[in-house]
């Protein structure tokens, strides 16, 4: 069984960071500067709270509504004088995880169904993406906040439900990269030589699909994050006292007059972390494209 | 082009009723089905409420329940609003138009510019501002769009005080004028994700116009830059657009949704936010109906247009 696993004509590699691919991520410079910032908001996350003199709950009664830099409160505080540095890492953590998670789960999900589709075709392969065309149809900021509503919302729930509602394009690439792949000659010989449908699907077809469900994946990350913020935004996401990016922004429209660095300090960071990820998400294309490799 | 309108209606009917089933599945959700704002009611007993599911027809089979569902979804009987004992369909229309302004004029503002940054990226490829147009085109992309609107009313209405921060109109004030003033912020939010998604479409496809033989041709036999742009490649290159317009309705639809919440804009995303607050199930289920109809209706429209124009889509 294990004879087809290794193909034998795979040329030797020398190190990972030699690889045509990682010189060609390493040159697109958004790119990089995307990893770097990823590095550093993951890092500030999780360190971060630590050195601050104030933790993301402590109450500074007297310093309500402080602009930033008024004395430790280096980001300024919010209407109930918590430390909005603080809130802003801890949120992190939960924003960024909850959008990693997601990630996961709607990959995993996405690609199950794109691999089964895409091998089987016919009508198995037709009912199966008749389904995600038709999850497609529903807006899904519509579909969360109505799912989202229903449910009991707690982290791991939002982040099942935003998996639930951005799975769909993950399928649609897995499956048309299978179905091309189905034809070509090593399946053949894979199915000639009497492998099972499973072994077929996931260790020979799917590792040859790897390119584009990275890209995928990393840009579901983003996607995640910013609908996570939208959700919890609207209300009906993350609950206070846990701090996420979204629900920071949830009170801030009242405050615009007196405390904009209330919508401003947030925000960014939101837009600073999905900026970031969706430059990954492009050099990996660029890096990944097959299509580039054969010149 | 008969039996291709034929075919893509069959399609859009299929998935009209597999829309409708995760809709219904959707609604079987919600804690407690059905009954879940009845059980809520102060002195109701267990009694009660069976009574009510059987009036209701909850006690029938599943398979039943979803029939008689989407029969009265066909005839326009969407059930009525928990709020006001309206019927859905007519709380729904009474807020649409104000969506579809918003959209519309969205649309608008995203295909002009988006046309434009597309094209000019497209011809002078590498250039600053191409290279400008595609990050910037990448950032607007990440940045959410209440945020954005946040600032923008940061901006615009509190620190300049050009434009005013929501609703539709001044009470008292109806002139056209008047709406022109309330819908710019709005729709300006709105466009952002639009326009970034437009231009990077625009640029692709007229880098595949570009090259094409008739336009070496009209090059060759000495037309202007300028014509040669008019009359062979925004045509050729806005053909495959109109799918895309189809495909931009659900980011739309929900981009509307938050823009409509941040400008207390009277449209169908304030009241599905609103009928939310309340656990007015019938109109949220109505909305998600409504919303995803819309979704296929954009869809089909968009392909029929192109097949319309592009003879080279009927024919296979």
Known sequence: ???????????????????????????????????????????????????????????????????????????????????????????????????????????????????????????????????????????????????????????????????????????????????????RDFIVAARMLGLSHRW???????????????????????????????????????QPPLPSWGNMLNGAQQYLQSAPWLAIVPGVAIALAVTSVNFIGDGLRDALDARSDLN | MTRYILNRLGQSLVLLVLVSMIGFAVLNLAPGGPLSQFALTPGMTQADLDRISAQMGLDRPLIVQYADWFWRLLRGDWGRSFRDGRPVLDVISGHFGATLLLMGTATVISVTIGTWVGIKGATKRYS????????????????????????????????????????????GDGSLLDYAIHLIMPAMVLALVDVA??????????????????????????????????????????????????????????????TETVFTWPGMGRLFLDSLGYQDYPVVMGLLMFSAILVLLGNLAADLLTALVDPRIRLT
């Open chain 1, 1 to 183: 069984m294990s004879v087809s696993a290794t193909p034998a004509t795979r040329p030797a590699r020398s190190h990972w960071w030699n690889s045509r691919t990682f010189r060609r991520f390493a040159r697109h410079r958004l790119a990089v500067l995307g990893v770097v910032m990823v590095v550093i908001l993951t890092l500030a996350c999780i360190v971060g709270p630590y050195l601050l003199p104030y933790t993301d709950l402590y109450i500074d009664l007297r310093a309500r509504f402080s602009p930033p830099l008024t004395g430790y409160h280096f980001l300024g505080t919010d209407p109930l004088g918590r430390d909005l540095a603080a809130r802003l890492l801890m949120a992190g953590r939960i924003s960024m995880l909850v959008g990693f998670a997601a990630m996961v789960l709607s990959t995993l999900i996405g690609t199950t169904i794109g691999v089964v589709a895409g091998y089987y075709g016919g009508r198995i392969g037709t009912v199966l993406m008749r389904f995600v065309d038709s999850v497609l149809s529903f807006p899904s900021i519509f579909l969360l906040l109505a799912l989202a509503a229903f449910i009991k919302p707690s982290p791991i729930m939002i982040t099942v439900i935003i998996a639930i509602t951005s799975w769909m394009e993950v399928a649609r690439i897995v499956e048309t990269e299978v179905r091309s792949l189905r034809e």
């Open chain 1, 200 to 238: 077929i699907m996931f260790r020979e077809l799917l590792p040859n699909a790897m390119g584009p469900i990275i890209v995928a994946a990393t840009l579901t990350v983003a996607r995640a994050i910013l609908l996570e913020a939208y959700v919890s935004f609207l209300g009906y996401g993350i």
């Open chain 2, 128 to 171: 600053i501002f191409d290279y400008a147009a595609t990050v910037g085109a990448m950032v607007a992309l990440s940045i959410p769009t209440f945020w954005f609107g946040l600032v923008a009313i940061y901006i615009f209405s509190l620190k300049l005080g050009w434009l005013p921060a929501g609703n539709m109109y001044t009470v």
């Open chain 2, 197 to 258: 998604v437009w231009s990077r479409y625009m640029r692709t496809a007229t880098l595949e116009v570009i090259n094409q033989d008739f336009v070496r041709t009209a090059r060759a036999k000495g037309m202007t830059q300028r014509r040669v742009l008019m009359k062979h490649v925004v045509g050729n290159a806005l053909l495959p657009m109109i799918t895309l317009a189809g495909l931009q309705v659900p980011t739309l639809l929900g981009g509307a949704l938050v």
